[in-house]
């Protein structure tokens, strides 16, 4: 299995992948935004709009979650912290894959100021926003 460029914020699991997340909800931007430091170790940041009521935000989450990494949504499920920020999300499917798709995507938001990486390993422009940030 490929290595995870922050081991502790997902782990392999029997069926798939367990992933440590810090939900962030109502946020501007929706999207992966990186591993982050909590206090209890590395969790993924996510980012969605919906409110945290009646589980929105959760479903929200497993929705992007299921199409960053190419998976059905009832792929991906909330196992621990639903009323909670912080959340442990299991995601069923062949492990390698998942692992090098999603060590891909965050290893580009560890600091890369380059094209977002797409699921078939293409590349598409950043937006405006991002390339005004970076100083294109």
Same mark, same amino acid.
């Given at each position: 299995?490929?290595?995870?460029?922050?081991?502790?914020?997902?782990?392999?699991?029997?069926?798939?992948?367990?992933?440590?997340?810090? /939900?962030?909800? %109502?946020?501007?931007?929706?999207?992966?935004? &990186?591993? #982050? *430091? +909590?206090?209890?170790?590395?969790?993924?940041?996510?980012?969605?709009?919906?409110?945290?009521?009646?589980?929105?935000?959760?479903?929200?989450?497993?929705?992007?979650?299921?199409?960053?990494?190419?998976?059905?949504?009832?792929?991906?499920?909330?196992?621990?912290? /639903?009323?909670? %920020?912080?959340?442990?999300?299991?995601?069923? &499917?062949? #492990? *390698? +894959?998942?692992?090098?798709?999603?060590?891909?995507?965050?290893?580009?938001?560890?600091?890369?100021?380059?094209?977002?990486?797409?699921?078939?390993?293409?590349?598409?422009?950043?937006?405006?926003?991002?390339?005004?940030?970076?100083?294109?």
């Amino acid at each position: 299995m490929p290595p995870a460029p922050r081991e502790s914020a997902w782990r392999a699991v029997e069926g798939g992948l367990e992933l440590r997340v810090k /939900a962030q909800p %109502r946020a501007r931007r929706p999207g992966l935004q &990186g591993v #982050v *430091e +909590a206090a209890d170790g590395p969790r993924i940041r996510v980012a969605v709009n919906e409110a945290p009521e009646d589980g929105r935000a959760n479903r929200a989450i497993c929705a992007l979650l299921a199409g960053a990494l190419a998976v059905p949504p009832s792929r991906v499920t909330v196992t621990q912290g /639903a009323a909670s %920020r912080e959340k442990t999300v299991l995601v069923a &499917g062949e #492990v *390698e +894959a998942l692992c090098a798709l999603l060590g891909k995507m965050l290893s580009w938001k560890q600091g890369s100021a380059g094209p977002i990486p797409d699921r078939d390993g293409g590349r598409r422009p950043l937006p405006l926003v991002d390339r005004l940030e970076a100083g294109s």
